[in-house]
């Protein structure tokens, strides 16, 4: 802009500007240069960071790179493969000599078997297997076969007209559980419901469609092939307390407060809880108690699990597939 008292005379630049504006442009020509002199290889540091005289651009000062920088150490990434327990000795006798609880010890334990489980990482673990403690069978799992059916049975020492077997193993601790509720003064619990051939679950399971339709029917009885009772894991049971009750009302007594709390002790789980119908697909079952083994269901216990699903780290599946 011109100055008005000297109307062909332009205004004379401010000093501070001057310079500021000098110092701007000389540092970026610095900054090219030594951007230049790097991009094709001509410019090295040397000792204590100072640059070399290849570094030089015609006039434009020398620029050293800091020290900092060139005593920073080189990065050095490392995979380290993740352990297989399959892989072990320890596991593969384990699963050879068939006892469920012998491979979860040579996994190390409850914790960490459900935790390669849960990761993916044991691929010698199939949860599908209807042999195995481990076993998930929900809507989304159907056993496998279809018609699968133990091949040890044993009868608990209390039981109710009907209320049929369960597998051997599940039996004696299903003994061992009454026999400590009873001692704790709460009431021996008896077996109301146990193994479910294929058969006799497609007329379970017809029944309750027929008396409550097929949506409510779906919530409170598994559809044939679909059954944990098919297993010989399951136990329905009942308060035995001056008189064995029926299984609607065992969450309501002491034996079944008894049991949710300490039923893992035996190798127990309560299998639908409250609150993880979105997650089982079925109405909470107090009275539905699931064998896994001790090793397991301490874990599920110490753990604060509240599913079979969540404990192996398994989709939701609150309704059938087809």
Same mark, same amino acid.
Request: charged share 15%; hydrophobic share 45%; proline share 6%.
């Given at each position: %802009?011109?100055?008005?008292?000297?109307?062909? /005379?332009?205004?004379?630049?401010?000093?501070?500007v001057t310079f500021r504006l000098y110092v701007t442009i000389g540092?970026?020509?610095?900054?090219?240069?030594?951007?230049?002199?790097?991009?094709?290889?001509?410019?090295?540091?040397?000792?204590?960071?100072?640059?070399?005289?290849?570094?030089?651009?015609?006039?434009?000062?020398?620029?050293? %790179?800091?020290?900092?920088?060139?005593?920073?150490?080189?990065?050095?990434?490392?995979?380290?493969?993740?352990?297989? =327990?399959?892989?072990? $000795?320890?596991?593969?006798?384990? @699963?050879?000599?068939?006892?469920?609880?012998?491979?979860?010890?040579?996994?190390?334990?409850?914790?960490?078997?459900?935790?390669?489980?849960?990761?993916?990482?044991?691929?010698?673990?199939? @949860?599908?297997?209807?042999?195995?403690?481990?076993?998930?069978?929900?809507?989304? /799992?159907?056993?496998?076969?279809?018609?699968?059916? =133990?091949?040890?049975?044993?009868? =608990?020492?209390?039981?109710?007209?009907?209320?049929?077997?369960?597998?051997?193993?599940?039996?004696?601790?299903?003994?061992?559980?009454?026999?400590?509720?009873?001692?704790?003064?709460?009431?021996?619990?008896?077996?109301?419901?146990?193994?479910?051939?294929? &058969?006799?679950?497609? #007329?379970?399971?017809?029944?309750?469609?027929?008396?409550?339709? #097929?949506? #409510?029917? &779906?919530?409170?009885?598994?559809?044939?092939?679909?059954?944990?009772?098919?297993?010989? @894991?399951?136990?329905?049971?009942?308060?035995?307390?001056?008189g064995c009750g029926d299984i609607d009302s065992f969450g309501g007594?002491?034996?079944?407060?008894?049991?949710?709390?300490?039923?893992?002790?035996?190798?127990?789980?309560?299998?639908?809880?409250?609150?993880?119908?979105?997650? $089982?697909?079925?109405?909470?079952?107090?009275?539905?108690? /699931?064998?896994?083994?001790?090793? @397991?269901?301490?874990?599920?216990? &110490?753990?604060?699990?509240?599913?079979?699903?969540?404990?192996?780290?398994?989709?939701?599946?609150?309704?059938?597939?087809?």
């Amino acid at each position: %802009m011109a100055d008005p008292r000297h109307p062909t /005379r332009a205004r004379r630049m401010d000093p501070r500007v001057t310079f500021r504006l000098y110092v701007t442009i000389g540092l970026a020509v610095a900054l090219i240069g030594a951007l230049w002199a790097l991009a094709d290889g001509s410019a090295s540091a040397g000792p204590g960071g100072q640059a070399t005289a290849e570094a030089k651009v015609a006039g434009v000062a020398e620029v050293a %790179m800091p020290q900092t920088a060139t005593s920073l150490p080189s990065v050095q990434l490392h995979a380290t493969a993740a352990s297989n =327990p399959c892989a072990q $000795t320890p596991v593969q006798q384990a @699963l050879a000599s068939g006892g469920d609880d012998a491979v979860v010890a040579a996994f190390g334990g409850g914790a960490a078997f459900r935790a390669a489980v849960a990761a993916g990482n044991a691929p010698c673990i199939d @949860l599908s297997d209807p042999h195995r403690d481990w076993v998930v069978v929900n809507k989304a /799992r159907p056993l496998n076969p279809v018609t699968f059916a =133990p091949t040890s049975f044993g009868d =608990p020492a209390l039981s109710v007209d009907g209320a049929g077997s369960l597998r051997s193993d599940t039996a004696n601790a299903l003994n061992q559980l009454s026999a400590a509720a009873d001692a704790a003064g709460v009431g021996s619990v008896a077996l109301a419901s146990g193994y479910r051939s294929y &058969d006799t679950q497609v #007329q379970t399971y017809s029944g309750q469609v027929a008396t409550y339709g #097929q949506a #409510q029917g &779906d919530a409170l009885s598994a559809r044939p092939g679909h059954s944990e009772h098919q297993t010989g @894991l399951a136990a329905d049971v009942v308060s035995c307390a001056g008189g064995c009750g029926d299984i609607d009302s065992f969450g309501g007594t002491a034996a079944g407060a008894w049991v949710a709390e300490n039923g893992w002790q035996y190798g127990f789980i309560v299998r639908y809880v409250a609150g993880q119908t979105p997650i $089982t697909g079925y109405d909470p079952e107090p009275w539905h108690l /699931r064998y896994v083994g001790v090793p @397991l269901a301490t874990a599920y216990h &110490d753990g604060g699990f509240a599913t079979l699903e969540q404990f192996f780290g398994l989709a939701a599946a609150p309704a059938y597939l087809g």
